[in-house]
């Protein structure tokens, strides 16, 4: 049901810029591309989202293709604090969310 | 202060037993919802609730009744407890659909023995 494609795990040295990837197929026009992020023993937090194009807040950078079939989310410098599950979502028209399997991102010191 | 808070935190019952969890959200958003992780952390939505109406009620076993008295509290009763049931338990409320994101409580920790 989650409709996204993430590698299981990643890893990153502090301070470098990290680039998680997330394929998505079989997305619609009307599918907007969500990330969240968890960290051990908290509850999942709201990182980014997009529909068409490239968007940029304080924590990230969500690049997105022309076909919308895969999309990048953009830590610019990781920190230790970054170290969590990164989940690619897609929201479907209405209140609802899969999330997939997700991304465990370690950060290396 | 806690945006989305649960209570309680971990809550460790016996087989058979009826427990509720609640949850309240002190942002003003219309919507709340209900999600289950199991062991292998997979996060599934059960409930939806906007203004106190359910939207979503995913396939869940209708041992568990969400119960919203008022827009900023949505509490999950559940019956006959299973060992099944264990799991962690997150309360999440959004504006609307939820277009500008999700917030997220910590999470409730139930474990049925």
């Known amino acids: 049901d989650a409709k996204t494609t993430q590698p299981n795990s990643m890893e990153s040295n502090e301070e470098e810029p990290v680039h998680l990837p997330c394929n998505h197929s079989t997305i619609s026009g009307t599918d907007y591309i969500h990330w969240y992020r968890q960290l051990p023993s908290q509850g999942p937090e709201y990182v980014i989202h997009g529909l068409t194009s490239n968007v940029n807040n304080r924590m990230a950078s969500l690049a997105i293709a022309e076909d919308r079939k895969s999309s990048t989310l953009i830590l610019h410098r990781a920190t230790l604090r970054d170290a969590a599950v990164y989940y690619c979502?897609?929201?479907?028209?209405?209140?609802?969310?899969?999330f997939g399997t997700g991304t465990s991102l370690t950060v290396i010191p | 202060d806690t945006a989305v808070s649960q209570t309680p935190k971990y809550l460790v019952t016996q087989m058979g037993n009826d427990k509720s969890i609640k949850c309240e959200q002190n942002?003003?958003?219309?919507?709340m919802y209900w999600y289950k992780q199991d062991s292998k952390k997979f996060l599934k939505i059960m409930f939806s609730y906007n203004n106190k109406e359910l939207i979503i009620n995913e396939t869940v076993p209708n041992r568990f009744s969400p119960k919203s008295p008022d827009k900023a509290h949505l509490n999950l009763h559940i019956n006959s407890l299973e060992l099944g049931d264990s799991a962690v338990y997150f309360c999440?409320?959004?504006?609307?659909?939820?277009?500008?994101?999700?917030?997220f409580g910590s999470g409730t920790r139930l474990t049925v023995v």
């Open positions: 942002l003003g958003h219309d919507t």
């Open positions: 999440a409320s959004s504006q609307g659909s939820g277009d500008y994101g999700y917030t």
């Open positions: 979502i897609l929201k479907y028209t209405g209140n609802q969310f899969y």
